[in-house]
């Protein structure tokens, strides 16, 4: 469906948190530009101290590229009309709405109203109701106009270069702030590892109890450096695979994992000091994107923003080597008292047909509905 040739008004879509949840937020505001036959400016990235982030969507991804790839499909600006700017944009905050929250109906007369508006898209929007013109936009979007700039594409592929092949790409969560968020409690952990623990817990305390126990067998408690080598180990991975670790700062107990598999690296063991220290997180996460997209093999142990973009944009490109770790399987199996050879065979069962193919992972909307 062609392009009207009169736009509706200006959005701005506004994204927080980190590298791969705003991209997703970004690709999700660009199908409801087109959707409100609204013009969309270019996004506004939080800047969060949390992250160690400064830089932008120009800083991460290809402007100019993005522009070129939606002509036609969605109307882009890099700069407002002065008579648009002055004002400043009308926040629609889209984050606190419950249930199904359709943008048609609630956010189209802000539009109409203040010409100019930004927003957050909520994860509860109406997609079945998007005509297919708009489902096009924000899978082209997604898996076709953002790439990341030329300097840290060409840094992105000398880091994959420097990795020995055939490789794994592991994506390990186990920082404080992710202990603390999942309120569960580990036993055993160094004194360093449980004070950084109870430093980012704030008010949310751990679960006690049997509160404790059917959380942690509901598969809610991130696995353990420790616990995702023996994972590894029980599906056949040998000790000498190379693994490139793509994590973020403050990995804690490690030493689980390095001591059954030693061919580790990082961006930081890749790259050279001076190059590591002028990186922010945003630049950071976006090496180990691009890296995990064309690695040989790729598994996560957790299913957040970034396993689901790579998982989604891996099967995009045929790459079905993609696994995420049962965190739920594991529990249950301990729970029942397994140990040893016969927790390494159900664990080996357990994860026999938990390949993932992308589907429902990002964009499910993007991915035919097939079965092999």
């Given at each position: 469906?062609?392009?009207?040739?009169?736009?509706n008004?200006?959005i701005r879509v506004?994204?927080?948190g980190g590298?791969?949840?705003?991209?997703?937020?970004?690709?999700?505001?660009?199908?409801?530009?087109?959707?409100?036959?609204?013009t969309?400016?270019?996004?506004?990235?939080?800047v969060a101290?949390?992250?160690?982030?400064?830089?932008?969507?120009a800083?991460?991804?290809d402007?100019?590229y993005?522009?070129q790839?939606m002509?036609?499909?969605?109307q882009?600006?890099?700069?407002?009309p002065?008579e648009?700017?002055?004002?400043g944009?009308?926040?629609?905050?889209?984050?606190?709405?419950?249930?199904?929250?359709?943008?048609?109906?609630?956010?189209?007369?802000?539009l109409?109203?203040?010409r100019?508006?930004?927003?957050?898209?909520?994860?509860?929007?109406?997609?079945?109701?998007y005509?297919?013109?708009?489902?096009?936009?924000?899978?082209?979007?997604?898996?076709?106009?953002?790439?990341l700039?030329?300097?840290?594409e060409?840094?992105?592929?000398e880091?994959?270069?420097a990795?020995?092949?055939?490789?794994?790409?592991?994506?390990?969560?186990f920082?404080?702030?992710?202990?603390?968020?999942?309120?569960c409690e580990?036993?055993?952990?160094?004194?360093?590892?449980?004070?950084?623990?109870?430093?980012?817990?704030?008010?949310?305390r751990?679960?006690?109890?049997?509160a404790?126990?059917v959380?942690?067998?509901?598969g809610?408690?991130?696995?353990?450096?420790?616990?995702t080598a023996?994972?590894?180990?029980a599906?056949g991975?040998?000790?000498?695979?190379?693994?490139?670790?793509?994590?973020?700062?403050?990995?804690?107990?490690?030493?689980?994992?390095?001591?059954a598999?030693?061919?580790i690296?990082?961006k930081s063991?890749l790259?050279s000091?001076?190059?590591f220290?002028?990186?922010h997180?945003?630049?950071k996460?976006?090496?180990?994107?691009?890296?995990?997209?064309?690695?040989?093999?790729?598994?996560?142990?957790y299913?957040g923003n970034?396993?689901?973009?790579?998982a989604a944009?891996r099967?995009?490109?045929?790459?079905?080597?993609t696994?995420?770790?049962?965190r739920?399987?594991f529990?249950?199996?301990?729970?029942?008292?397994?140990?040893?050879?016969?927790?390494?065979?159900?664990?080996?069962?357990?994860?026999?047909?938990?390949?993932?193919l992308?589907?429902?992972?990002a964009?499910p909307?993007?991915?035919?509905?097939f079965?092999?």
């Amino acid at each position: 469906m062609a392009l009207p040739a009169k736009t509706n008004g200006y959005i701005r879509v506004d994204c927080y948190g980190g590298l791969n949840q705003m991209r997703r937020d970004f690709c999700d505001g660009v199908g409801i530009a087109r959707l409100l036959n609204a013009t969309l400016v270019l996004p506004k990235f939080e800047v969060a101290a949390y992250w160690n982030e400064s830089s932008g969507f120009a800083d991460v991804f290809d402007v100019d590229y993005f522009i070129q790839q939606m002509h036609g499909f969605v109307q882009v600006v890099k700069e407002l009309p002065l008579e648009i700017a002055s004002k400043g944009p009308f926040q629609v905050d889209c984050r606190k709405r419950k249930g199904q929250f359709d943008y048609i109906e609630a956010v189209l007369p802000s539009l109409h109203k203040h010409r100019y508006i930004s927003l957050t898209p909520a994860m509860s929007q109406r997609r079945d109701r998007y005509p297919l013109y708009a489902k096009a936009v924000f899978c082209h979007a997604c898996y076709k106009a953002i790439r990341l700039t030329y300097a840290l594409e060409k840094k992105a592929a000398e880091l994959l270069k420097a990795i020995p092949k055939p490789f794994l790409a592991l994506h390990l969560r186990f920082e404080p702030d992710m202990v603390a968020y999942s309120q569960c409690e580990y036993p055993g952990l160094s004194p360093s590892s449980m004070k950084a623990i109870e430093a980012a817990r704030g008010d949310r305390r751990p679960w006690t109890g049997e509160a404790a126990r059917v959380w942690w067998n509901r598969g809610k408690c991130p696995l353990t450096p420790h616990e995702t080598a023996f994972i590894l180990q029980a599906l056949g991975i040998p000790r000498n695979t190379t693994i490139y670790l793509a994590a973020g700062d403050g990995l804690m107990e490690m030493e689980g994992l390095k001591s059954a598999y030693s061919n580790i690296f990082t961006k930081s063991s890749l790259l050279s000091g001076e190059d590591f220290r002028g990186m922010h997180g945003n630049t950071k996460a976006a090496l180990d994107y691009y890296v995990s997209i064309n690695s040989d093999s790729y598994i996560a142990t957790y299913f957040g923003n970034m396993d689901k973009m790579v998982a989604a944009m891996r099967a995009f490109k045929g790459m079905h080597r993609t696994l995420f770790l049962s965190r739920r399987a594991f529990a249950q199996l301990i729970s029942k008292g397994l140990k040893g050879k016969q927790l390494r065979r159900e664990l080996w069962r357990a994860h026999l047909e938990d390949f993932s193919l992308g589907r429902g992972s990002a964009l499910p909307d993007c991915f035919c509905e097939f079965k092999l």
